[in-house]
């Protein structure tokens, strides 16, 4: 509680509002979980669109991990396993692993990141993304989390540490 306190006369010194983000429904000073997406208990989203997933870590995951330097990504044509690693993120504070939360073919990486990998803070669900799939089992995406859930997860997960 007294973090959250800390946390909003911060921002209100800082002239930020999480009201500022009306399009963002479920939205929270310290990250921001966007409904129409799927979420993984890892810590990665996928937006589903067609027959293309798009997938990155979260905005959660972004704010403890902090300021990120470095993006390892995959080659495009490459396929990845739902659990499984398929690149590593590299902030001023930690290495961490990134995991799919679906199976399926590399179609697309964001090769913006190689230059410019603190889109993945400033933008996580927009110009972070970090690659493209084709999703070889789209079942998998029904045992992934809403934003509800998701941000339920979190809240949990936070307080336990």
């Known amino acids: 509680m007294a973090l959250r306190m800390w946390g909003s006369s911060t921002a209100n010194a800082l002239k930020i509002s999480c009201a500022s983000k009306p399009h963002l429904p479920l939205s929270r000073c310290f990250s921001t979980v966007l409904d129409g ?3 993984a208990e890892s810590h990665e989203w996928v937006k589903h669109e067609g027959s293309v ?3 990155d870590i979260t905005d959660h995951a972004q704010d403890h991990l902090g300021e990120v330097v470095f993006v390892e990504l995959p080659e495009p044509g490459g396929s990845v396993s739902k659990g499984k690693g398929f690149g590593a993120v590299e ?3 930690v290495t961490s692993d990134v995991n799919s939360p679906i199976s399926g073919e ?3 990486v ?3 990141l190689s230059e410019a990998p603190g889109l993945i803070n400033s933008s996580p669900y927009e110009e972070g993304w970090m690659i493209k799939v084709k999703p070889s089992s789209p079942s998998e995406l029904e045992s992934l989390m809403g934003s509800t859930e998701y941000t339920k ?3 949990e997960e936070d307080a336990s540490h």
Do not use: G, Q, W
């Open 53 to 55: 997933a798009t997938i």
């Open 106 to 108: 590399i179609v697309e």
């Open 37 to 39: 997406l799927k979420y």
């Open 153 to 155: 997860f979190c809240e």
């Open 91 to 93: 902030s001023v504070k």
């Open 110 to 112: 964001n090769s913006k």
